[in-house]
């Protein structure tokens, strides 16, 4: 269990970055991590009053029973991939029509629609990343937001990351307006170490450079991160288009079977 309604109950080392990233992010929500699933979800309901069920990446967890599938693409990316080991696909396009609901990244309601309708999927809703304003972290304590831009020790940043699509990372910080001067990537979950940590701040402090990274690396570094070299974590938001269709679909879904209950993720 890495967090319940009252708080968050485990570390990074024991629960993995992305757990703790969203336990923090919804407070009130209870965040399991199990292996199977299946236990994680009856911890949560028996233990810790669950009564709605949250499963990140679950699409192909055909095993627990799904009311609402929610898929998340990008305009051509299914009708166009390929199945492992060949492509990035885990199962055949068709399988996609499972869905309820696709959420194609990077597109507007129209293209959203279209995008759906090649995978026989009925509802959709565009999504657009976008950065949020950067938070200082600091250790042991809840980030403090920085709601002015000129909080920041100018424009020019050098970005940290330990993800998936790291160049996703530094596009979204172009376009926020902000020049990345300098960075260095890593795998995706890397574990920083106290070597990596004083290299980087080292040749953040000879550049005069502050230091940005994503929410999911910053609960990594948080521990190991020296004082003096500004570090802050900016976390993404998304704009919906439209703004409530999935909002309206979720929420319509949970009053119908149990109004007013508590929710999980696991």
Known sequence: MVSDVDGVRAGVETSGDEPLMLARAVPGACVCVCEHRYLAGVLAERVLGATVHL????????????????????????????????????????????????????????????????????????????????????????PQAVHDREALPGPRVMAVAG????????????????????????????????????????????????????????????SLWPAGVPLFRVPVQLEWDPPDALRSRVAALIAAAAPEESACAS
């Open 55 to 142: 499963l990140d990446d679950g699409f192909q967890h055909v095993q627990l029973w799904r009311d609402l599938d929610v898929l998340v693409t990008r305009v051509g990316e299914i009708p166009d991939g390929r199945v492992l080991p060949r492509g990035r696909l885990r199962e055949p396009r068709d399988a996609a029509a499972r869905a309820h609901v696709a959420v194609v990244m990077g597109a507007t309601s129209d293209e959203a629609r279209a995008e759906a309708s090649t995978l026989g999927i009925g509802a959709s809703c565009g999504a657009r990343r976008r950065l949020g304003y950067p938070e200082v972290v600091t250790t042991g304590d809840a």
């Open 163 to 222: 993800i998936a699509n790291p160049g996703r990372f530094s596009s979204d910080l172009v376009a926020a307006g902000y020049e990345v001067a300098g960075y260095q990537w890593f795998p995706d979950h890397h574990r920083y170490s106290p070597r990596d940590v004083t290299a980087l701040a080292a040749r953040a402090a000879d550049a005069r450079l502050p230091v940005v990274t994503t929410d999911k690396d910053a609960v990594r570094l948080e």
